[in-house]
């Protein structure tokens, strides 16, 4: 249990540093230890919780800086390696290239929201995909 600088305790993890900031650390699911820090204990708890809870619902990413076309790479080489066959693997990289790298590819996975999501899958609806090609895009973009 961690104190804050008059002795009081604070709870798991939590303890006020020296120049009056709180931090808290944790480690998450990856192994990796995380400290959050910020000025009031009320944020600090608030941050906490959406950290512990998002590492619990497995919303957080290794990487938060990788684009979505290097990890639709690696989903493909490591994911879907020996569980589809290989003109799967073709129909997947070539919708993937064709439709939705274009629009979003350059995104970071953190950027893209479930918005763009339907919002390309309703503009290749518009553009007179058949259904099965829109339901493999929302399958790769799982």
């Known amino acids: 249990m961690g104190k804050n600088l008059k002795g009081k305790e604070l ?5 006020q540093r020296k120049n009056g900031v709180y931090s808290a650390r944790y480690v998450d699911r ?12 009320k944020e600090l708890k608030e941050a906490l ?4 809870y998002e590492n619990k619902m497995e ?3 290794v990487a938060d800086s990788i684009r979505l076309d290097d990890w ?6 490591i994911h879907k390696y ?9 129909h997947y990289k070539q919708i993937y290239r064709k439709h939705i790298s274009p629009a979003l590819g350059s995104f970071k996975l953190t950027e893209i929201s479930l ?9 290749l609806d518009k553009r007179g995909l058949q259904f099965e ?3 493999v895009q929302a399958k790769v973009q799982e």
């Open 11 to 15: 709870g798991a993890g939590i303890y």
């Open 30 to 41: 990856f192994g990796k230890r995380k400290s959050l820090y910020k000025k009031s204990l």
């Open 49 to 52: 919780n959406t950290a512990l």
């Open 59 to 61: 919303l957080n990413l």
């Open 72 to 77: 639709y790479e690696k989903w493909l080489s």
């Open 82 to 90: 020996k569980v589809i066959r290989a003109n799967t693997k073709r």
């Open 115 to 123: 918005l763009q999501i339907k919002g390309l899958i309703k503009k």
């Open 133 to 135: 090609t829109t339901r």
